[in-house]
């Protein structure tokens, strides 16, 4: 029998990470995988960023911080909400942890009770639905429409409102489908909050900078609703920083508190040097994000360009973040040139990393079971090589 605990056993792998595993070992054996699975700038942290780091530690800066944070790094999260976000938070409202995953579940953990229904906007993010299930709540899924770019509506969400509705989790831009919600619709949502004083609303923005329209809107800029949003953000993605692991939210003083209490139970605070590597970002301001930026455009319209080329593909234009998420559906039921039958999304990912060395990660991990996601956060040759096989392979399939 397994030792392990009932809770534990119902929280799943991220299947992200799975299948970058698989990937790996087939990598291993000398394969030449080209993995599209992860989340993952292929940038380098910028100089003025790693500097500050240097010198944190050369200044002996290497010890325990408070658990939310240094009060520098609070004040400059609060200058950057100010000057990029107009929201207007003070430092005990900042809660700095290891990565907006931290954030996310201190967030989660804080809020949501035992048997509490949490609406996720889907296709959402793989961690929320684990988040929920560790919080002992229920997750809701909401789908948002193919011909909407997946974005969930107004009343998509006031039809998933019952007495026991929590919490509504979004991602804007979003992981894995790019879609950025506009000031129009975000205000159609907070209208809808608005009507329900006891649902928070938690807004993951980790993606804020990585934006092709322009402009970006938090939710917590609608009054009405201000109070009940935590608004998470870090700098793993604009500032191409996953491995520092740091990432932070804006919350009610008392919700931040909790935050806090929480994090002071299982982490702390993040490392002290990477506090002051996050520093020094946000007061570089965003023009290093600006020229990445300009890439992840640019490799997101060069992908579009070859994936629209491959029949029955139906792929949405990502508005930011560095994904694709093309629909696949027409590809379920076929058979491969050995007559296996792909029945679901799972099995076209493996018979892509199989057949064309191609990792991507089935779409049902993320409550989206007609879809795969593509990383584009790759060189522009390794992307077009990528995708000339996958069309390859998808077309032996009939
Ligand atoms: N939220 C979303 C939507 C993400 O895609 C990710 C990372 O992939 C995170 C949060 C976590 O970010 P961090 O690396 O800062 O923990």
């Given at each position: 029998i397994s030792p392990l605990s009932a809770r534990l056993s119902r929280i799943t792998e991220p299947a992200t990470?799975?299948?970058?595993?698989?990937?790996?070992?087939?990598?291993?054996?000398?394969?030449?995988?080209i993995s599209l699975s992860l989340g993952e700038p292929d940038f380098q942290t910028p100089q003025y960023i790693k500097d500050a780091a240097k010198q944190a530690i050369d200044e002996g800066f290497t010890f325990y911080t408070p658990v939310p944070g240094i009060a520098e790094l609070r004040q400059a999260i609060c200058d950057k909400f100010a000057r990029e976000n107009d929201l207007h938070f003070q430092p005990n409202q900042i809660v700095v942890g290891t990565?907006?995953?931290?954030?996310?579940?201190?967030?989660?953990?804080?809020?949501v009770d035992p048997g509490?229904?949490?609406?996720?906007?889907?296709?959402?993010?793989?961690?929320?639905?684990?988040?929920?299930?560790?919080?002992?709540?229920?997750?809701?899924p909401v789908l948002g429409a193919l011909e909407n770019?997946?974005?969930?509506?107004?009343?998509?969400?006031?039809?998933?409102?019952?007495?026991?509705?929590?919490?509504?989790?979004?991602?804007?831009?979003?992981?894995?489908?790019?879609?950025?919600?506009?000031?129009?619709?975000?205000?159609?949502?907070a209208a809808v909050l608005a009507r329900h004083p006891r649902i928070w609303a938690v807004a993951d923005e980790i993606y804020e900078y990585i934006n092709f329209v322009g402009e970006h809107y938090?939710?917590?800029?609608?009054?009405?609703?201000?109070?009940?949003?935590?608004?998470?953000?870090?700098?793993?993605?604009?500032?191409?920083?996953?491995?520092w692991r740091i990432g932070y939210l804006a919350a009610r003083a008392d919700v931040a508190a909790a935050c806090d209490k929480l994090q002071s139970q299982f982490t702390s605070a993040t490392c002290s040097i990477t506090q002051r590597a996050g520093?020094?970002?946000?007061?570089?301001?965003?023009?290093?994000?600006?020229?990445?930026?300009a890439a992840y455009r640019r490799r997101r319209d060069l992908v579009l360009g070859i994936v629209r080329d491959i029949p029955d593909?139906?792929?949405?234009?990502?508005?930011?973040?560095?994904?694709?998420?093309?629909?696949?559906?027409?590809?379920?039921?076929r058979r491969t040139s050995e007559g296996v039958i792909i029945n679901d999304v799972n099995e076209l990912a493996l018979y892509l990393l199989q057949d064309a060395h191609v990792a991507?990660?089935?779409?049902?991990?993320?409550?989206?079971?007609?879809?795969?996601?593509?990383?584009?956060?790759?060189?522009?040759?390794?992307?077009?090589?990528?995708?000339?096989r996958i069309k390859v392979s998808l077309g032996k399939l009939n």
């Amino acid at each position: 029998i397994s030792p392990l605990s009932a809770r534990l056993s119902r929280i799943t792998e991220p299947a992200t990470i799975a299948m970058s595993k698989k990937a790996r070992e087939l990598a291993a054996q000398g394969v030449d995988v080209i993995s599209l699975s992860l989340g993952e700038p292929d940038f380098q942290t910028p100089q003025y960023i790693k500097d500050a780091a240097k010198q944190a530690i050369d200044e002996g800066f290497t010890f325990y911080t408070p658990v939310p944070g240094i009060a520098e790094l609070r004040q400059a999260i609060c200058d950057k909400f100010a000057r990029e976000n107009d929201l207007h938070f003070q430092p005990n409202q900042i809660v700095v942890g290891t990565g907006a995953k931290q954030a996310l579940a201190n967030a989660v953990l804080s809020l949501v009770d035992p048997g509490d229904e949490v609406i996720v906007f889907s296709p959402y993010w793989v961690s929320y639905e684990e988040m929920v299930k560790l919080a002992d709540g229920i997750t809701v899924p909401v789908l948002g429409a193919l011909e909407n770019d997946y974005k969930v509506t107004a009343a998509q969400l006031e039809a998933a409102i019952t007495p026991r509705t929590k919490l509504i989790m979004y991602s804007s831009p979003c992981n894995p489908t790019g879609a950025v919600f506009s000031k129009e619709e975000l205000g159609e949502i907070a209208a809808v909050l608005a009507r329900h004083p006891r649902i928070w609303a938690v807004a993951d923005e980790i993606y804020e900078y990585i934006n092709f329209v322009g402009e970006h809107y938090s939710l917590a800029r609608f009054p009405e609703v201000a109070e009940r949003v935590v608004t998470v953000n870090g700098f793993s993605k604009g500032y191409a920083m996953t491995g520092w692991r740091i990432g932070y939210l804006a919350a009610r003083a008392d919700v931040a508190a909790a935050c806090d209490k929480l994090q002071s139970q299982f982490t702390s605070a993040t490392c002290s040097i990477t506090q002051r590597a996050g520093l020094a970002a946000l007061r570089g301001g965003r023009a290093s994000a600006d020229e990445m930026v300009a890439a992840y455009r640019r490799r997101r319209d060069l992908v579009l360009g070859i994936v629209r080329d491959i029949p029955d593909l139906i792929t949405p234009t990502p508005e930011g973040a560095f994904y694709i998420f093309p629909d696949v559906s027409a590809f379920l039921g076929r058979r491969t040139s050995e007559g296996v039958i792909i029945n679901d999304v799972n099995e076209l990912a493996l018979y892509l990393l199989q057949d064309a060395h191609v990792a991507a990660v089935p779409g049902d991990a993320f409550g989206a079971p007609s879809c795969l996601r593509f990383s584009t956060a790759s060189a522009d040759e390794k992307l077009v090589e990528a995708f000339r096989r996958i069309k390859v392979s998808l077309g032996k399939l009939n």
